[in-house]
């Protein structure tokens, strides 16, 4: 059974232009991007969607929790390691998978070096939306996402922007 704010947050995820969902730490956040990934994998079975977080060791979390919901039907989940380089690694764990996970930086290299791969994405998930900051490395990420919002646009995809502090809301969506 889905919490109150999870099922207000469906209502916002099925949107065709994407959502930003704000929900309190261990909300239900993580059930709600599966939900949005389960439509995506439904109505676009050759797509890809891509999951940003922040940090490495949240992508290995969400890589784990992803997985034992998405293996079991055949979708295959993916984290992609590292921040500076496409290797044939990258090319074959891109060509494998549906669900890529990755830091923004590893995003950035992989999408520059993979054109294929851009045109594929019809979902973007944005974890710990609220680190766009003033702080340097917020700052760049914040203008990757306006690229790909481009990206997202241009395949007729959405982009769900994910967080728990989000005091901004109505001005972030």
Request: aromatic share 6%.
């Given at each position: 059974e889905l919490f109150i704010s999870q099922r207000k947050a469906l209502s916002k995820i099925f949107l065709p232009n994407g959502a930003v969902v704000s929900l309190p730490t261990s909300s239900g956040k993580t059930l709600i991007a599966e939900i949005a990934i389960l439509q995506c994998m439904t109505d676009f079975p050759d797509s890809k969607v891509l999951y940003l977080t922040p940090f490495r060791s949240l992508a290995?979390?969400?890589?784990?929790?992803?997985?034992?919901?998405?293996?079991?039907?055949?979708?295959?989940?993916?984290?992609?390691?590292?921040?500076?380089?496409?290797?044939?690694?990258?090319?074959?764990?891109?060509?494998?998978?549906?669900?890529?996970?990755?830091?923004?930086?590893k995003t950035k290299v992989i999408l520059r070096a993979n054109d294929a791969i851009t045109n594929q994405i019809k979902l973007i998930i944005i974890d710990e939306g609220h680190l766009l900051d003033i702080k340097d490395r917020q700052v760049r990420n914040e203008l990757f996402i306006e690229e790909l919002r481009k990206y997202i646009q241009n395949n007729d995809g959405k982009i769900i922007?994910?967080?728990?502090?989000?005091?901004?809301?109505?001005?972030?969506s």
């Amino acid at each position: 059974e889905l919490f109150i704010s999870q099922r207000k947050a469906l209502s916002k995820i099925f949107l065709p232009n994407g959502a930003v969902v704000s929900l309190p730490t261990s909300s239900g956040k993580t059930l709600i991007a599966e939900i949005a990934i389960l439509q995506c994998m439904t109505d676009f079975p050759d797509s890809k969607v891509l999951y940003l977080t922040p940090f490495r060791s949240l992508a290995y979390e969400i890589e784990s929790s992803l997985g034992k919901t998405f293996e079991p039907i055949n979708i295959k989940v993916s984290q992609l390691y590292g921040n500076g380089s496409f290797n044939r690694i990258d090319k074959s764990i891109i060509e494998d998978s549906q669900i890529l996970i990755a830091t923004p930086e590893k995003t950035k290299v992989i999408l520059r070096a993979n054109d294929a791969i851009t045109n594929q994405i019809k979902l973007i998930i944005i974890d710990e939306g609220h680190l766009l900051d003033i702080k340097d490395r917020q700052v760049r990420n914040e203008l990757f996402i306006e690229e790909l919002r481009k990206y997202i646009q241009n395949n007729d995809g959405k982009i769900i922007l994910m967080s728990a502090v989000l005091p901004n809301v109505a001005d972030i969506s």
